[in-house]
Nanobody
Framework: QVQLVESGGGLVQPGGSLRLSCAAS????????MGWYRQAPGKQRELVAM???????NYADSVKGRFTLSSDNAKNAMYLQMNSLKPEDTAVYYC??????????WGQGTQVTVSS
């Protein structure tokens, strides 16, 4: 079992920055992939960025060059640095991990609102 807790969401003006955090606990040593998804009102949940233990990271085209996924293995934490935020980035952001057994875990989500 892996438990994920997100933090760092909030209200920010267009062009601003936020850093989301995801703290993992439980069997975090079995994680083979981790990243972030988001879901805007009336839309399907979509990939933002995912990283595997091999070191490769994939970003959605809409966030490339603006968002950066990083992790701190010592703290069992993952971060999403979001710069140059746009109103269309407004969504609930979810932390997601995949264990080496293929089990998917989700956090409870954190709201990000980009508005003037």
């Amino acid at each position: 079992q892996v438990q994920l807790v997100e933090s760092g969401g909030g209200l920010v003006q267009p062009g601003g920055s936020l850093r989301l955090s995801c703290a993992a606990s439980g069997s975090s040593f079995s994680i083979k992939a981790m990243g972030w998804y988001r879901q805007a009102p009336g839309k399907q949940r979509e990939l933002v960025a995912m990283s595997t233990i091999t070191g490769s990271t994939n970003y959605a085209d809409s966030v490339k060059g603006r968002f950066t996924l990083s992790s701190d293995n010592a703290k069992n934490a993952m971060y999403l640095q979001m710069n140059s935020l746009k109103p269309e980035d407004t969504a609930v952001y979810y932390c997601r991990t995949v264990s080496k057994y293929g089990v998917v875990y989700w956090g409870q989500g954190t709201q990000v609102t980009v508005s003037s």
